[in-house]
């Protein structure tokens, strides 16, 4: 399994026989001039793992990407949310719901969780599915979208959220302790300075199982 950080959630998993992009966001220039996908998942409905402006053209560009996406998102598409923006529309996708599974060539993709990460009371909750990626012969990659409340057994890879409005340290220490991967990258780290980033990581690779690698520039990374 080779993996690419492209920026803050956005990740391009490629095995021998798939190539699939997760959150292809606002806050990252890495994935506008991807062709030849064969999925295209999106995790929630915020712009910053959803670029309105530009997922039209990505999807456009890969005519035979599946595209899944969690299920509330099926049904903003079109319209405008408020704190979100216009959810762009997407012609043939697929919802995946908690639990649900599809399989793209031979990577199974299964969907954990159900809601976003509470930002703060006053704020309305969203729907969340985080992506477990799994072949026969590949490690498990685990990429939650914006959560730290669902903890998937079995995962060799996570994909861990660094620092956003929701989320807190020492939420983020016990969840990468409670998934247990011996391996991991941060993801949603648009936010960070580089002196947070590097602490980010060493916290995380020094409490939990979790050694995180910073992925950023590093091209494909093979695991």
């Known amino acids: 399994m080779n993996i690419t950080h492209l920026g803050h ?10 190539r699939i ?9 890495g994935w ?11 995790t929630h409905q915020h712009a910053d793992h959803l670029d309105p402006e530009q997922v039209p053209a990505l999807i456009k560009a890969n005519p035979g990407a599946a595209l899944v996406v969690e299920p509330s998102i099926l049904d903003l598409a079109g ?16 919802v995946l ?31 969340n599915v985080g992506f477990l990626l ?12 914006d959560s730290y409340e669902y903890a998937p057994q079995g995962v060799d890879i996570l994909a861990y959220p ?23 990258f941060p993801i949603h780290d648009a936010l960070l300075s580089e002196t947070g980033r590097a602490m980010m990581v060493g916290r995380i690779s020094a409490m939990t199982p979790t050694q995180l690698t910073d992925l950023r520039g590093a091209g494909a990374t093979s695991y």
Do not use: C, Y
């Not at 959630?9 to 798939?18: F, P, R």
């Not at 319209?79 to 697929?94: D, F, K, S």
């Not at 490690?139 to 939650?144: A, C, G, I, N």
């Open 79 to 94: 319209t405008e949310v408020a704190g979100v923006g216009r959810v762009p529309e997407l012609p043939g996708a697929r």
């Open 97 to 127: 719901a908690p639990d649900d599974k599809i399989a793209i060539g031979s990577v199974t993709i299964t969907a954990a969780g159900g809601q976003h990460a509470i930002i703060h009371r006053d704020i309305p909750r969203v729907g």
């Open 32 to 42: 506008q001039d991807l062709v030849d996908l064969d999925a295209i998942l999106v």
């Open 9 to 18: 959630a956005a990740v391009l998993v490629e095995t021998g026989d798939a």
């Open 162 to 184: 660094s620092f956003g409005p929701w989320g807190a340290l020492k939420e983020g220490i016990d969840f990468a302790r409670a998934v247990g991967a011996g391996r991991g």
């Open 134 to 145: 799994s072949a026969e012969g590949e490690p498990t990659l685990f990429h939650p979208g």
């Open 21 to 29: 992009l997760i959150d292809p966001g606002n806050m990252e220039a």
